[in-house]
């Protein structure tokens, strides 16, 4: 829990943020309006791509940690000791998945939008133009 609290307070401070924001730093162009955008648009893509589906399967491991002990305190106590460990297991279980698919739901249904009202035109797999990129000129 340490580790993971200075890896999320501390770290930027340290590496400068780099790749959050492509401005402001050493040898690099004055932020502007636009690199706010730019900013949210890495967060959410950092979210999305990396800590959702590292949390969706630590809990995962955890219930199915939970699961295995829950196994065992029924043999270890003749059958009275894993019930509500088991169902628990099984709530882990169940609400990481329905996180998974709202979170992922949500994306593909803006998307499907964006789709709708035009915004955005499907060419099989290229897409002529994305929505959720920003382009923000650098000088």
């Not at 994306?107 to 382009?135: A, C, H, K, S």
Request: with cysteine.
């Amino acid at each position: 829990f340490i580790a993971v609290l200075f890896g999320v307070l501390f770290l930027p401070l340290v590496s400068g943020a780099a790749g959050l924001v492509p401005c402001g730093g050493e040898d690099e162009s004055a932020c502007e309006l636009c690199h706010i955008f730019v900013l949210f648009q890495n967060v959410v893509q950092y979210l999305l791509t990396r800590i959702v589906p590292s949390l969706a399967i630590l809990m995962i491991a955890i219930g199915g940690f939970m699961y295995v002990f829950a196994y065992f305190g029924v043999v270890a106590k003749g059958g009275e000791g894993g019930p509500a460990l088991l169902s628990k297991a099984r709530q882990t279980f169940t609400w990481t998945i329905i996180g998974l698919v709202l979170i992922y739901a949500a994306w593909i249904i803006v998307n499907l939008f964006f789709q709708v009202i035009g915004v955005q035109e499907f060419d099989g797999f290229n897409l002529r133009e994305n929505w959720w990129r920003i382009d923000c000129p650098i000088p």
